[in-house]
T-cell receptor, first 110, second 111 residues
Framework: EDQVTQSPEALRLQEGESSSLNCSYTVSGLRGLFWYRQDPGKGPEFLFTLYSAGEEKEKERLKATLTKKESFLHITAPKPEDSATYLC???????????FGAGTRLAVHP | DGGITQSPKYLFRKEGQNVTLSCEQNLNHDAMYWYRQDPGQGLRLIYYSQIVNDFQKGDIAEGYSVSREKKESFPLTVTSAQKNPTAFYLCASISGNNGYTFGSGTRLTVV
């Protein structure tokens, strides 16, 4: 069964303290791994798509990497505005269905 | 601007009442999806539709129904058979290599 597991569940950082979020996945034939950011009470916002092991994508203070079993979202010198829940998802089965991890709640304090 | 519009933002349901959540998109996407989000859990798929007049059950379809009479619209009805409907509901459509585009969500509460 396809599965996505994210860790940690919650992460508290001081402003400027770099860290990484983990997304472990089990899927039959990876067709895409997605990272989203979700603010409270809002819909998820697309960040990155990764397709093959070794691929990396960057956007401002965020960098996503992919191996054959997991993906990391690296946050460099975070700011309070980076506080959000970060969701990881993969395509599962046919019809472009996404399955999601439970997310990592990130809080960045000044 | 193109996007997905969900309404209402907040919805209250009485016991035994059916309620309908609206989802409209102007992105010209064929496929649309409904997910449910509960605290501490990932998004769970309720129903999806690949094309007009066709839809399939997701992982937690019991107590829900949908229709897809128009490409732009994919409403979700939460029926009285859904015993624990309080949750945040998200509508999405496929956006090529970017995965899904999501709406802003509807928060449903049982009163």
């Amino acid at each position: 069964e396809d599965q996505v597991t994210q860790s940690p569940e919650a992460l508290r950082l001081q402003e400027g303290e770099s860290s990484s979020l983990n997304c472990s996945y089990t899927v039959s034939g990876l067709r895409g791994l997605f990272w989203y950011r979700q603010d409270p009470g809002k819909g998820p916002e697309f960040l990155f798509t990764l397709y093959s092991a070794g691929e990396e994508k960057e956007k401002e203070r965020l960098k996503a990497t992919l191996t054959k079993k997991e993906s990391f979202l690296h946050i460099t010198a975070p700011k309070p505005e980076d506080s959000a829940t970060y969701l990881c998802a993969v395509f599962s089965g046919g019809y472009n269905k996404l399955i999601f991890g439970a997310g990592t709640r990130l809080a960045v304090h000044p | 601007d193109g996007g997905i519009t969900q309404s209402p933002k907040y919805l209250f349901r009485k016991e035994g009442q059916n309620v309908t959540l609206s989802c409209e998109q102007n992105l010209n996407h064929d496929a649309m999806y409904w997910y449910r989000q509960d605290p501490g859990q990932g998004l769970r798929l309720i129903y999806y539709s690949q094309i007009v007049n066709d839809f399939q059950k997701g992982d937690i379809a019991e107590g829900y129904s949908v229709s897809r009479e128009k490409k732009e619209s994919f409403p979700l009805t939460v029926t009285s058979a859904q015993k624990n409907p309080t949750a945040f509901y998200l509508c999405a459509s496929i956006s090529g290599n970017n995965g899904y585009t999501f709406g802003s969500g509807t928060r449903l509460t049982v009163v």
